[in-house]
């Protein structure tokens, strides 16, 4: 019980802040301009399903991807740890650095946004996979499984409510009030990054040391 709830909150802290549903929502906005409330709530339906899809398969998938290519869990540790803390950084900026899109762009999402960009990478993006993959292989247990798998699953529903509320919640918190969350969930996310950066450099740094002395 000690280890299940630090780690519960650590998938709840670190999904929820890379999925970012606030810092998504005046980009969301943005890219449904002119649609209806019912065409909004379709495309946020579609959007978290298919980001909880992805990002499943990749909690599951990710091992036998290490596997299939050789890569190391510690060397994916870093790398992670790196895109994340990039990710927090932008984040503590208050800069929205999911996607970059420009008028023509929205024009073109227009039809099916809640695929892309929107499901992906926003809301499932490189961070997110790399930190789902990551807690997957600390969860040495299955209720430690159950657990990711249902933190998965809440942030996702979270983020469904999150963005169908969007309209509200963008103008009762305000600019202000967005900039201020983004940062705090920012640098939130770079202390889980360094986190992440450590766990996966000591054992490499361990086994230099020892290689080095035995020899």
Known sequence: METLLPYALLCLTSIFTLANPLGTMPVFLTMTQGLSEEQRRSIVKRATITAF??????????????????????????AGGVIIFKIGYDMLQARYTHVKLNPGEIKTYVDDISITP??????CGPGAIANAIVLMSDAHTVTMKAILIGSIAFIYLLTYFILRASTRLVGALGETGNNVMMRLMGLLLMVIA??????????????IIKTSVNS
Do not use: Y
């Open 53 to 78: 899809l992805i990002l499943i398969v990749f909690t599951f998938a990710g091992q036998f991807i290490f596997m299939f290519f050789g890569i190391s869990t510690n060397g994916f540790r870093i």
């Open 194 to 207: 360094v986190e992440c950066f450590v766990g996966g450099m000591k054992p490499i740094l361990i086994d």
């Open 118 to 123: 929107l499901g992906i990478p926003m809301l």
